[in-house]
Structure formats: structure tokens, C-alpha cells
């Protein structure tokens, strides 16, 4: 069966090259289940790599020719070979977490080819410490990263004794089948009328949220559009080759600091960056005098001003944040990226979905031309930082306790670095992802996040 692929998914696949592949992934560690042999990780990739039936989603591969007229197409794998897909790795010694790091950093800059299904999955084992990690990635044309990471999660719960979970590519039935609603052929033209008001409403309102817009730009005020950001070392072309780093601070520190300060969790997250990016900079003399503005995904629900948020959901806007970095004190930078986020939340209120997608698509345009080879006299902003919900409660892979999943990101020409973050288990983790020629020691910012949470402690008097 051959499907159309939509004009989103045809963009990722086009706008990958090798300096550029367009796959998200996600790292999880795994503490083997009590009793579990020397030869657990083994059995676990043997597992993984026998599923009998595999989703749609993980079969189908990208294809165009001839004979589909020049347009991608999604196909089915006629010669599907899961070994290829699922593999074992392991470890040199010391088995250190720098070790693990590495091997994720070589995965994940190598790209995945169009003449198979897009995705990899390796248990990796060799950790000094016994536990067991696994790295998956799927190429951004098939999921986002919000996606994908509740896709990996669909297969964990919280039963420890639990033992009967498959892979997450294997077909898992439906929990409910539902008929679909049947049209009466009397409700069809009143169906039509409606959904051309509705669409004549959005098209009207989308010149005064232009307006407003392009206005809040000139001003430097937040909103979908940055046209104030600086030049820095993160906005230059990248190779292909990735650096990545992560850790993870107790929620409960953030929230904290947040409740000391009357600020959200997600705000102190964004401080936490700024402090270390501004560190993080000085460090190689390249501080601008300016701040720094981070493109910030956002969600649907984002037109009620105290529901929008950009701690995930399927994300379909931005809003550009300033980060502050042109502040010393780690409580100014706060209140700046508090007022901001206030700010961008304001905006978006005021559109509905399609007007937020529509200006949102204004303001990402400009870092499409730096992905496209072409030179930019300002960047549209200066680093991605996102922030994806995760369970709350500890979470097992049949009697394998996970005990932490951290997120690795699409760095994109122009825009070398991405932090995405990830909560779970009471936990914030850090996922880091970087270009490894463009950003010299990016492991240094894990640091910088540690010393800029104690910083904001000590600021709000809660350390």
C-alpha cells in the first residue's frame, strides 16, 4: 500500500543532509529486575528483536520515482529485516557514563537510509554499574519528539511484577474499537456551512495577528518573531558529527525556586539555561552584550493565556523567549525570562490555533535559509529549548525499573545547539544535543546548569 506523505513529514525528509540528519531519540537507563543474570541484556535485545508483528508505522520507508511522479510516498518494506533494526551494543571499559554518551554521540549523528523503515533501536550494556541503557531513534518524518517519547513510554508501567510487555514497534490491539459516527445526509450542507465560517473567521483574523505580531517584533517584545538576536558561536554551520550530554536535578529544587519566586517550573527551567549559557560563553569570550532568545515550542491549547505552556503536548507553535544572558544576577535573569514567557503566553492568547501556527511559521521561516546554505546577517534566534512531560511515578519495562529517560534533539544548520528536557519520576532530565566541532566542551554546560540551580537557590533563599 502506498501512501501520500504530508507536506510536513516530505519537509523533514528534504531538509536532511549529512551535516543535518532529521531524526529524534531518547536515551533510557533500565536497573535490571531482581535475579536478573549476567546475561540479562542479552535476553533483553533477544526480546526486543523477535516481535512477531510489527506496526505499520515501523514498517514503512520513504520512496519516489517515475512512477509516483516525483512526489515522496511512504511504502511498505517488502524485505523488512528487523536485526537491522534492533542491535546489541556494548560498553568499552571503564564503562563509564562518558562511555555511554559517546556511543549515543556517534548514533545519533549517523543518518538512516530511505531504503529502509526509519528507525534504530540498541540495548547497550558494559555500564559499570550494572545497569542497562537503550538508545531509539525515528526519524522526525514519522514522529516529533513529544511523540516519540510518549511512544517509548507506551510500553512501561507500574507494575514491577508485570512481564508480559512488547517492544514499542510491535502491533498492540486497541484498548476500545469505536464505530465511527455516521453523517445523515440532512446534516451535510449544515456541516459545510459551518466549517466555512469557521475557516472565512480564521482567515479574517489572520491580518490583525500579522499586525500584532510584526508590531511586538519591533518593539523587542516577545512573540512568535525575533528580531533582535544576537550573533553567536551556536549560530554558525555544523557538521554532522553530534556531541551529547545529560543529567538530572530533583523537580522538587525547581519547584522550589519557582514557588520562592512566584515563577513557574518551566521558567526556572529556561533560567537554568540562561545562567548556563552565559557561563558557558564566558568561558570562551564570546558573551554578546545582548540577550540571547530561544525558540520555544508551544502547544494548541496555547490560546487560553494560563494553559499555554511549552512543557509539550503536540507542539505546532514557538514563541522567541529572551534568556536574559546580558544580566549578571541570576534572580534578574529569572524575572526576565518569567517576564518574557508572561509575555509570549499573552500573545498567543489573543489567536486561535491556525493564527499561532500561522505566525509561528513567520517566525521559524528565517532559520529555514541558514539549512538551505543561505547566510543570515542575524539569526532568528539563537538555540532551541523545550520542555516534554514524562511520567510521575516510576515506571518498569517487564521488571525493569527505569531510572532515567533523556531526550536527544535535531541540531540544524545556523542553530547548533538543542536542550530539550524531560520529567520524570519527580526528576528534570537534561538532554543536550549538540554539533561537535562547532561547540568545543559542551559536557561544561552540565556544570553550568548545576552552579546556575544552586545560584537561583541561594537568590530565592530556599538553599
Known amino acids: 500500500m502506498v501512501n501520500l506523505i504530508d507536506p510536513t513529514s516530505a519537509a523533514f525528509l528534504l531538509a536532511e543532509r549529512r551535516t543535518q540528519p532529521m531524526h529524534v531519540g531518547a536515551l533510557q537507563l533500565f536497573e535490571k529486575p531482581e535475579g536478573a543474570g549476567r546475561h540479562y541484556a542479552t535476553e533483553l535485545y533477544e526480546t526486543m528483536s523477535h516481535a512477531d508483528d510489527i506496526a505499520p508505522l515501523f514498517l514503512k520507508h520513504p520512496h519516489r520515482s517515475l512512477r509516483t511522479a516525483g512526489q515522496l510516498v511512504w511504502v511498505p518494506d517488502e524485505h523488512f529485516d528487523i536485526l537491522h533494526h534492533v542491535r546489541h551494543s556494548a560498553l568499552p571499559k571503564p564503562g563509564r557514563i562518558r562511555e555511554l554518551f559517546d556511543l549515543c554521540s556517534r548514533l545519533h549523528g549517523q543518518r538512516l537510509g530511505w531504503e529502509r523503515p526509519l528507525w534504530e533501536s540498541h540495548v547497550i550494556e558494559g555500564l559499570r554499574d550494572g545497569r542497562v541503557a537503550m538508545y531509539t531513534k525515528t526519524h522526525h518524518s514519522l514522529v516529533d519528539g513529544v511523540s516519540a517519547m510518549r511512544l517509548l513510554q507506551s510500553v512501561l508501567t507500574t507494575d514491577p511484577d508485570r512481564r508480559d510487555l512488547p517492544p514499542p514497534w510491535s502491533v498492540r490491539p486497541p484498548e476500545r474499537e469505536r464505530e465511527p459516527r455516521q453523517v445523515e445526509w440532512t446534516e451535510a450542507p449544515a456541516a459545510a456551512l459551518h466549517s466555512a465560517a469557521l475557516i472565512a473567521a480564521e482567515a479574517a483574523g489572520l491580518p490583525k495577528a500579522l499586525i500584532s505580531t510584526l508590531n511586538r517584533s519591533l518593539r523587542n517584545d516577545t512573540s512568535a518573531l525575533s528580531l533582535f538576536a544576537p550573533r553567536t558561536i551556536f549560530n554558525q554551520s555544523i557538521t554532522g558529527s553530534r556531541r551529547f550530554a545529560a543529567q538530572d536535578w530533583p523537580v522538587e529544587r525547581l ?22 549559557l552565559r557561563s558557558y560563553l564566558l568561558d570562551l569570550d564570546a558573551l554578546p552584550d545582548t540577550t540571547l532568545v530561544s525558540m520555544v515550542p508551544v502547544g494548541l491549547n496555547a490560546k487560553q493565556a494560563d494553559v499555554a505552556s511549552a512543557e509539550g503536548g503536540n ?35 489573543a489567536m486561535s490555533p491556525t493564527q499561532i501556527l500561522a505566525m509561528s511559521a513567520l517566525g521559524m521561516a528565517p532559520s529555514l535559509l541558514p539549512m538551505l546554505g543561505v547566510n543570515m ?31 536527544l534533539s535535531i541540531p540544524i544548520n545556523g542553530m547548533a545547539l538543542n536542550i530539550t528536557c524531560a520529567s520524570y519520576d519527580g526528576k528534570m532530565c537534561f538532554g543536550l544535543t549538540g554539533c561537535r566541532r562547532t561547540l568545543p566542551s559542551l559536557q561544561r554546560m552540565l556544570t553550568h546548569l548545576d552552579d546556575e540551580l544552586a545560584a537561583l537557590e541561594k537568590a530565592a533563599g530556599v538553599s
Open 255 to 276: 519547584r522550589a525556586v519557582g514557588k520562592a519566586t512566584g515563577t513557574t517550573i518551566n521558567d526556572v527551567v529556561m533560567a537554568m539555561c540562561s545562567g548556563a
Open 315 to 349: 507542539a505546532v507553535g514557538a514563541v522567541m523567549v529572551q534568556l536574559g544572558t546580558h544580566l549578571a544576577d541570576p534572580a534578574d535573569r529569572l524575572r526576565a525570562v518569567h517576564t518574557s514567557m508572561k509575555t509570549g503566553k499573552s500573545a498567543l492568547a
Open 377 to 407: 546577517p542575524h539569526p532568528p534566534f539563537n538555540v532551541i529549548i523545550s520542555n516534554v512531560p514524562g511520567p510521575r511515578t516510576t515506571h518498569y519495562f517487564n521488571g525493569a525499573r527505569m531510572t532515567g529517560t533523556y531526550p
